[in-house]
């Protein structure tokens, strides 16, 4: 464990965790979404209002902040935290994913990702060190490994060759992260401490599956995730590989489930013994007028709202729905108004970490059972029949 960063599960209920990690800029209460912020600012929320609503941990993207403003410049200026005037917790991933979605644009060796940016059609080199050296000089509280993302569909043998070179990634850089720790480089981490969690893949493949998080626990990292779900497999087969893959982490380690986060996807998953959320979901959707509320999603330019009173979702306490009608948000956002889409945003991820609020409530009473059978009832893609 690196130092300034650990992980206790207070409460348990069904397979379901309520925790705690402590990071080198504080205590993260879990199960917790983290709000995307993916070029050092989550777009349309200022960081005291996302302190406001209860945010803990923010996202970063390595990739993106790579390119620009770059690393080194984020360093001088004190590391991310700093750059982007959040004191509390951050989480940035590898950059892998966003390599791999350039399709042709990226070239992939054992040695790493090669690819041309997006920006300027310069060509860089991302190896599992380099994207270690990076994440240390952005200095988040936890760096992912860089991993290679298995499309899917995926036949078994591309999925197995995919999983064998994500393990042997990850060991490098592991060792490249201990010798950063150690001052053995010339990196100097902006925020010492900083954890990293290994990336468990394997597609939809339940022995690759496993054969990945072996892999991965015999490197070992301060916490997992699992990566490479919701690139399209249907819901049900998704939850099936986090049924499976999770209680085969070890139980003393934060569990990341990647970039997935319907309403269900955060209730099923935790019911599985998932800890961390990110998505850009909430705050994307938001952008596109889609509002969710206890009783569902609504879509907020929708002609039947422009005369509508009411606040968005009548049972939501946050500053949107405490002072603005319907009719005013849909008003906005036919405008085109920017502040359409800050406030659109400032409510979803408000119903987002007030989403798990009450699971780490109901986890505390024992009632978590209850809440998932109530939630999905609004929410579940699932045939609730079955
Ligand atoms: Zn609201």
């Known amino acids: 464990m690196a130092a300034g960063f650990g992980f206790c599960v207070t409460h348990r209920d069904g397979l379901a965790r309520r925790g705690v990690i402590d990071t ?6 879990t199960p917790v979404f983290m709000p995307v912020g993916t070029r050092a600012t989550v777009k349309g929320v200022l960081p005291r209002d996302l302190a406001e609503m209860g945010a803990r941990i923010v996202l970063g993207n390595t990739y993106h902040l790579y390119l620009r403003p770059g690393d080194a410049l984020v360093a001088r200026h004190g590391g991310l935290h700093r750059f982007m005037g959040w004191d509390g917790p951050t989480l940035t991933d590898s950059g892998g994913y966003q390599v791999f979605s350039l399709g042709d644009r990226c070239r992939l060796s054992e040695a790493g990702a090669e690819f041309r940016s997006h920006l300027d059609g310069s060509t860089h080199l991302l190896t599992p060190e380099s994207a270690a050296d990076i994440q240390a000089r952005l200095g988040a509280d936890v760096a992912m490994v860089l991993d290679e993302c298995t499309a899917f569909p995926a036949t078994p043998d591309v999925a197995a060759r995919s999983l064998e070179r994500t393990a042997r990634w990850a060991a490098r850089a592991r060792a ?17 401490g900083q954890a990293q969690f290994g990336i468990v893949q394997g597609g939809v493949h339940d022995d690759l599956r496993r054969a990945s998080a072996e892999a991965t626990i015999a490197v070992g990292f301060e916490g997992y995730a699992i990566g490479g779900l919701s690139v399209g497999e249907p819901v049900d087969v ?4 986090v049924e499976h893959t999770a209680p085969r982490l070890p139980a003393d380690r934060p569990r990341y489930l990647m970039g997935t986060g319907m309403p269900d996807d955060l209730v099923e998953s935790v019911a599985r013994g998932i800890d961390l959320f990110d998505c850009v979901l909430p705050t994307r959707n938001a952008r596109n007028g889609q509002l969710f509320t206890r009783r569902g999603p609504l879509s907020i330019k929708n002609a039947r709202y422009a005369e509508d009173p009411r606040p968005v979702d009548p049972d939501c306490g946050c500053p949107v729905c405490r002072r603005h009608s319907r009719a005013y948000l849909r008003y906005l956002f036919v405008a085109g108004e920017m502040n359409a889409a800050a406030l659109n945003t400032l409510h979803n991820l408000h119903f987002y970490l007030d989403t798990m609020r009450r699971i780490r409530k109901a986890i505390e009473f024992g009632t978590f059972g209850t809440f998932k059978r109530e939630f999905l009832e609004t929410y579940s893609r699932r045939n609730l029949n079955d």
């Open 24 to 29: 080198p800029h504080g205590p993260v209460d």
């Open 238 to 241: 998704m939850y099936d590989v």
């Open 176 to 192: 490249r992260h201990l010798a950063i720790a150690a001052g053995e480089t010339d990196v100097v981490p902006s925020t010492p």
